[in-house]
């Protein structure tokens, strides 16, 4: 452990009495629904919550895309995010015209992948919701991304991450630990997946953590790793592979960029640090270091590299940027232990289950 990492933790355990008092409020609010005092509204309407306990990075808009792409075929899916970090307010729905300054960085994202299904934003997901079937009457299902905290809503089928190296039964409230919600709330979710595991994890492994989780009956738990693809150009698209000779510039700035490191330490010569903070708006300013930083590797092979969620931030940048080798990595999960077929039919079973329920 580093002098960094050890003040940082050391720094954390001396915000103990915030993190109790934080605690204690998440606690009471959860009381207060789950007795009824305060209410959850229900829609009779397939509802799907991907979210999380904790602060940081699980996967969940990976999660989201991967939902997309396994319904989208077989029906007309919408979503709905926050929009954190937007300047905008209130409820917005995505157009041929819309910026990631106006719905944020991910659901821009999701935008520019499936152009074809609706995609929302909205502070207020009660208000929202609402609106987005009055736009968009045809919708069939949807995704509430990052929602699970927020119980205003009650949601048909929760979808809970936890990250394999911070599983959530081992955190504790912030600012102490990383919780934003209490642990006992895994309970409400009807799957939770443990994201980001080694792509070799073993049976005995899977059930230690299955045993930590003390899942209820009910609940089903899968496990996923990490998968990039192939990086594309974040203009033309052109495709083109990491390979063991290149120097890359990374331009990053997500939560928790710690996988993505080890993996360019596995595929590339080396590679060079570009960071910024999560959800960060880029200047021309920055832009500027970008150049400058890559035009100081020395190696005639060499590239920069950014993910999905920081390219939707710097395509506004065409000018800027159309001569600089600039690609993105896409992400998505691999379901562990072959069951991803397994998860597939839990997700469509809930959709065709409610939609029997409205047709009876």
Same mark, same amino acid.
């Not at 939560?255 to 360019?264: D, H, T």
């Given at each position: ?11 954390? !355990? ?8 934080? #605690? ?13 005092? +305060? ?30 792409? +396994? ?76 929602? &699970?905290?927020?119980?205003? !809503? ?20 912030l600012p102490t630990g990383d919780l934003r919600d209490a642990q006992s ?16 994890? #073993?049976?005995?492994?899977?059930k230690s953590i299955i045993k930590d989780i003390n899942s209820l009956p ?17 203009f033309s698209e052109k495709q083109r592979f990491v390979t063991t000779e ?37 200047? !021309? ?11 100081? !590797? ?44 397994? &998860? ?17």
């Amino acid at each position: 452990m580093n002098f960094n990492t050890f003040f940082y933790k050391s720094f954390r !355990i001396l915000l103990l009495p915030f993190a109790l008092l934080y #605690g204690f409020i998440i606690i009471i609010r959860n009381w207060l629904f789950d007795k009824n005092y +305060l209410h959850s509204a229900e829609f009779n309407f397939p509802l799907i919550c991907v979210g999380n306990l904790a602060v940081g990075g699980t996967g969940k808009s990976p999660m989201v895309e991967y939902l997309v792409g +396994l319904l989208e075929p077989f029906y007309a899916v919408a979503t709905l995010s926050r929009g954190y970090k937007r300047k905008t307010q209130g409820y917005a729905l995505a157009d041929e015209n819309t910026t990631a300054l106006e719905i944020g960085d991910e659901p821009m994202q999701f935008h520019k992948k499936f152009p074809d299904i609706a995609v929302a934003v909205g502070e207020s997901r009660i208000e929202a919701i609402p609106q987005l079937l009055h736009d968009k009457p045809e919708t069939e299902v949807i995704i509430l991304d990052d929602a &699970f905290q927020h119980r205003a !809503i009650k949601a048909g089928l929760n979808i809970l991450l936890t990250e394999y190296n911070d599983i959530f039964t081992n955190d504790f409230f912030l600012p102490t630990g990383d919780l934003r919600d209490a642990q006992s709330s895994y309970k409400r979710a009807q799957i939770i997946i443990v994201t980001k595991c080694p792509p070799y994890l #073993g049976e005995v492994e899977k059930k230690s953590i299955i045993k930590d989780i003390n899942s209820l009956p009910h609940q089903k738990i899968f496990f996923t790793a990490i998968e990039y693809g192939r990086p594309y150009h974040i203009f033309s698209e052109k495709q083109r592979f990491v390979t063991t000779e290149d120097e890359i510039l990374l331009v990053c700035g997500i939560a928790n960029p710690k996988p993505l490191k080890q993996y360019l330490s596995e595929h590339a010569y080396t590679y060079y640090q570009q960071d910024y903070s999560d959800h960060h708006i880029f200047s !021309i300013d920055d832009l500027k270091d970008i150049r400058e930083k890559f035009e100081g !590797i020395q190696s005639e092979q060499k590239f920069i590299l950014t993910t999905e969620k920081d390219a939707v931030r710097l395509i506004k940048f065409n000018e800027q940027l159309r001569d600089l080798p600039l690609y993105v990595l896409p992400i998505r999960h691999n379901f562990l232990f072959e069951e991803g077929y397994a &998860f597939d039919e839990t997700v469509i079973h809930f959709i065709k289950h409610f939609q029997l329920n409205l047709v009876s």
